[in-house]
């Protein structure tokens, strides 16, 4: 007999976890390579970006898709056919990305198809661990994330130097065929709830998300956050690899290592803001965490002079402050979001968020293409240009963030009020 939806099996948690992680090495597969494909393929920054925004389209797609088909079919079951899907276009990109239009084509399609392992995995959080664990919990799923960034770049930085870095892409294509075999074996004793009744779900759940006060704000916030954050992701293997041509022939391959090891620290970040969420509230800590990650933006790109090992430990803090709230933001908005439009709720944050993340990085190349174009590759206003276009975007994040605080204010029994309409 499977197990009852409330009480999952032992360490289902920990092969979720796995799943993410092995499913997450696609994600930052194009940004691993892009310092190498950029000269084999004498790509422009900007262009190279736009690979990069295909990916953040169908992956936004994704996000909206499978969380309208959580909400009708089960989070247990979108996650688990989603994650095959993703797997075999993982795969089909590593092989047959072989120049600039085809690489365009099938990251798009591996975006398309990997959303199903993000806000699915974050409702099957939502509905069976504790809530008083439930930040940590999540804190631990975003970290899982990092944790495959970390992953594929150091594979794609020790590959390309040994070998070629399509080896890198290869291997990311094999993990997400293995991510997909640990979803079934973390969900294999749970299942799907039923339908809510038709009176918990009259009207249109996209529509009632829209006119929710509470939602929205979060949303707006999650939106500035992920302007930020994808454009660190999508930039920062490449800023580092510039920047580590200083220190000897592989330093390309350093550079997209070192931003392995700032993954690796955003992953701590992760968990810690999940923490401090459970222990200050969610909004304080979106608001202290935001402002700090702003400051490291504006800040970042003066520091190219600095020697390289500084360098990697200022791009550690700077990932950690960037993803650490992520978690925060999914929190919050199933506080104030009803459970049977939940999935609605993180449909529409994710057009918001990742349609922002999308364009980020493209606004972020075309920065660094004038900068170069006006003062030499070897300067480092370029860098100054394109990362302050990243603090730009997301200064209003902080403020959605005081009006989320402003608008959810929990009763004295510690739920929430049911959302205002706007």
């Known amino acids: 007999m ?3 939806p409330d009480t999952p099996p032992a360490h289902w948690l920990a092969w979720l976890y796995a799943s993410r992680t092995a499913l997450s090495l ?10 190498f494909v950029r000269e084999d393929w004498g790509m422009s920054a900007a262009q190279a970006a736009t690979v990069q925004s295909a990916w953040q389209i169908g992956y936004l797609v994704s996000l909206f898709s499978v969380g309208l088909l959580a909400d009708r079919y089960g989070a247990r079951r979108t996650y688990l056919v989603g994650s095959v899907l993703s797997a075999a276009t993982s795969l089909v990109f590593a092989f047959a990305a072989t120049d600039y239009t085809s690489a365009l084509l099938f990251y798009g399609l591996a975006g398309l198809c990997s959303g199903s392992s993000y806000t699915p995995g974050l409702a099957l959080i939502h509905r ?12 631990w799923f975003v970290g899982a994330s990092s944790l495959g960034y970390a992953a594929a770049l150091v594979g794609i930085a020790v590959l390309a130097a040994l070998w070629s870095w399509r080896a890198g892409l290869v291997v990311a294509g094999v993990a997400a065929a293995a ?3 640990f979803g079934w074996r973390a969900l294999r004793g749970l299942s799907d709830p039923p339908p809510a009744p038709a009176t918990a779900t009259r009207g249109n759940p996209l529509a009632d998300t829209l006119r929710d006060k509470r939602a929205m704000a979060c949303n707006w916030a999650y939106t500035f956050h992920c302007w930020e954050l994808f454009a660190v992701w999508a930039w920062l293997p490449s800023f580092l690899a510039a920047a580590g041509g200083s220190v000897g022939a592989l330093g390309a391959s350093l550079g997209v290592a070192t931003a392995a090891f700032a993954h690796l620290i955003g992953a701590a970040g992760s968990v810690g803001g999940g923490m401090a969420a459970d222990r200050l509230g969610g909004a304080r800590a979106m608001l202290v965490i935001s402002c700090a990650s702003l400051t490291c933006a504006f800040l970042f790109g003066w520091l190219w002079a600095l020697p390289f090992w500084l360098l990697a430990i200022a791009a550690g803090l700077y990932n950690l402050l960037a993803v650490a709230d992520s978690s925060v933001y999914s929190a919050s908005l199933a506080e104030v979001v009803p459970p049977h439009r939940l999935g609605a709720g993180y449909s529409v944050r994710s057009v918001m968020g990742f349609g922002a993340g999308a364009a980020s990085p ?10 170069t174009a006006g003062f030499g590759a070897d300067s480092a206003l370029p860098w100054v240009a394109a990362w302050s276009s990243v603090g730009l975007g997301a200064l209003a994040g902080p403020l959605m963030i005081l009006r989320f605080r402003a608008l959810h204010q929990p009763d004295a029994g510690g739920l929430p009020p049911q959302p205002e309409k706007a």
């Open 179 to 181: 991510g997909s075999a």
């Open 26 to 35: 696609i994600f930052c597969a194009w940004a691993g390579v892009m310092p």
């Open 362 to 371: 493209v606004v972020f190349g075309l920065a660094l293409d004038a900068g």
């Open 2 to 4: 499977s197990a009852a």
């Open 128 to 139: 069976h661990a504790p809530p008083h664990l439930r930040g940590r919990a999540m804190g």
